[in-house]
């Protein structure tokens, strides 16, 4: 397969660059989801408009990364589902949602994975782990009060996507993330239990709480079974990230 990007996901999906003949995976574009840049979606929305047209032209299946995030599913009654309607409630959101549908519309054959919060080495600065363990060094950590995240390790991601391409699914949409809602706060202990650091911490206006579904996910890829999704995954998560991340860090 063809991957277009170099960033962190892209540098992980590698490994499977020699696997799944004719699929373009498009691993790049916008992956903040605090992101508002309208010139940056602008960018990501002219890139797919660009493999789009390409795959048409050669029959190949795009891979299209999209988002289970609070932006996407944050407004929705129950746990996240790929089969319902949902009503974004970010400009990140809204973004990657016209992209699926602009997919949708084409006539491409397509898959679009909304991801989870992708925990790993080489993660860039601006997402949450590593922007809470520097804000943490600092002595100080903000909170957005009652927030939740699921995390997954990109690990298990790289095995989830090698899956589904191998089972030649075809305009599909699937959450891949590991269906557990983890408070901020509890991540924060962890962090401060794995390495010594304590730090202050200061609460902002209420987070977002929202649970993905992984029904779809499941069913399509039984392995997820043995990748230890429950309750305590975000710790073993938590662990591999800290123990890369943080010298200090202790198992």
Known sequence: MDIVGNGFLARHLRSLAGRHGRTLVLAAGVSWAAHTSPADFAREAALVEEKIAA????????VFFSTASTGMYGKVDGPGREDRPVVPCTPYGTHKLALEKRLEASGVDYLALRLGHLVGPGQPPHQLLPTLVRQMRTGTVHV???????????????TIVDRLLGAGLSREKVNVASGNAVPI????????????????RVY??????????????RALVPE?????????????VLDAFLTAAVPTATP
Request: net charge negative.
């Open 204 to 217: 902002r206006d209420r987070g977002g709480h929202h649970t993905i579904s992984t029904d779809k996910l």
């Open 224 to 236: 997820t079974e043995a990748m230890g999704f429950g309750p305590s995954y975000h710790r073993r």
């Open 55 to 62: 795959c048409l032209a050669s029959g190949e299946r795009l």
């Open 185 to 200: 706060e509890r991540i924060i202990d962890h962090i401060e239990e794995r390495t010594g650091l304590a730090a202050r």
């Open 144 to 158: 957005h009060r009652g927030a939740t995240r699921d995390l997954i390790d990109i690990d298990d991601v790289v």
